[in-house]
């Protein structure tokens, strides 16, 4: 959902050698009790994103959970931006520190996943042996096993999927804007009443990719490598449209919000009247919570929007990767799934098919109550893919040497 590239530490990785694991090798996956018993009454340090309550909150209870189960004592290392992570394992990997890592598991997807697959830093491949995969459908969501064109190959464990979906307020705006054109004449005609987070924030990056994706002639060229690509060439409309409405965005253009709750909280302050979000849930949860009017309601475009999944992986030098594997098998279960999937929670799509469980854990699901804000299954239209991630990384240096202010 909210990862961004580990840019600061690519030339590291560039650099160093195919990192090869010289710890002891921990149970394989298919061992199941053996894996248990391995994280009876271990420590597992989860490097991930820090940025919302609700989150924090979410896995606090995964860790209330594991304690129970297994004696697990997860300590969640809240993150700011996933290269945080990513940054440290690079840093033993140059030391030559291949075993008793400070990272046993990264909330990971995007160019992060893809530099520490290139340069061998991830251990695995472990999640398509895990119990709960049994009740995941690839076919269904391809993203859990493509990730930014990246294949996964089993190493990183699904927990969550994710859509760009619109917010808005249906009091101040009785039909929103639908495309990119739509949206571009909406916001001229309602100067003041839309942003996006501030690039290179993972969500106003995402953005960009939304708008580009409703302006090239083939969407197939943001598949490939961007500087495989006629860059100039692909983006020059992306400008052309951002040149047109920065003027009339939010304060002008001359401030952005930093991040995804930032967004969310000019929409409940009605200091604009369109946001979005990559959790098609958020609205209702934020509703739910009495932080939003009970008016918003949210949409996508008529052409798709793109969605993607979340990832726990494991660190080719892990202390605790039977810990680690513990963690990713239970946030896969159908218990945390629809905990997770409640928007009281978290409002996030599950990554499980609801066909394959049995039929008490399926009733886990039937019984929730969406909210008044999430869009029907049948009403999400078409998942765009993840253009390849060179395309985020190029377009958010781009959008800060075109339009960046200080923070």
Wanted: glycine share 6%; hydrophobic share 45%.
């Amino acid at each position: 959902m909210r990862l961004l590239t580990a840019a600061h530490a690519l030339a590291a990785l560039i650099v160093l050698p195919l990192a090869a694991s010289a710890q002891e090798a921990p149970p394989e996956p298919e061992n199941w009790d053996a894996v248990v018993e391995a994280a009876q009454g271990s420590r597992v340090f989860w490097h991930a994103w820090g940025g919302d309550p609700r989150i924090n909150d979410f896995i606090e209870w995964v860790g209330d959970e594991l304690d129970a189960r297994h004696d697990i004592d997860l300590t969640h290392v809240k993150l700011s931006d996933t290269a945080e992570a990513v940054s440290r394992v690079v840093a033993e990997a140059s030391a030559g520190q291949d075993s008793g890592g400070a990272v046993d598991a990264i909330w990971i997807n995007g160019a992060n996943f893809a530099q520490m697959k290139e340069n061998d830093l991830l251990f695995g491949p472990f999640a398509d042996d895990l119990p709960n995969w049994r009740y995941i459908d690839t076919a269904e969501h391809p993203a859990i096993t493509v990730d930014f064109t990246e294949p996964v190959d089993g190493l990183g464990a699904p927990w969550a999927l994710f859509r760009m979906v619109f917010e808005y307020d249906s009091a101040a705006v009785p039909e929103p804007p639908r495309d990119v054109d739509a949206l571009r004449a909406w916001i001229t005609e309602n100067p003041g009443r839309f942003t996006y987070p501030q690039p290179p924030d993972y969500l106003g990056t995402s953005f960009l990719k939304q708008i580009l994706y409703g302006l090239v002639d083939d969407p197939q060229v943001l598949m490939q490598p961007a500087d495989d690509a006629d860059y100039d060439a692909v983006t020059e409309p992306l400008w052309a449209w951002l040149d047109a409405v920065t003027p009339d965005l939010w304060r002008s253009g001359r401030a952005y919000p930093q991040n995804e709750p930032a967004l969310g909280q000019l929409l409940a302050d009605g200091e604009i009247d369109i946001a979005f979000s990559f959790n098609p849930g958020r609205a209702s949860a934020a509703i739910a919570d009495f932080e939003l009017p009970d008016t918003v309601r949210t949409y996508v475009f008529e052409r798709g929007t793109i969605g993607n999944a979340s990832f726990i992986s494991i660190p080719y030098n892990a202390a605790n990767p039977a810990g680690a594997m513990v963690l990713a098998n239970f946030i896969m279960s159908p218990q945390a799934q629809a905990r997770a999937q409640n928007p009281q929670v978290l409002g996030f799509q599950t990554v499980l098919d609801l066909d394959r469980l049995p039929a008490d854990e399926r009733a886990r699901f039937e019984a929730l109550d969406l909210g008044i804000a999430t869009l029907r299954p049948e009403e999400m239209g078409a998942t765009l893919p993840e253009p390849h991630p060179s395309w985020m990384t190029r377009i958010a240096q781009d959008w800060q040497e075109r339009y960046g202010v200080a923070e």
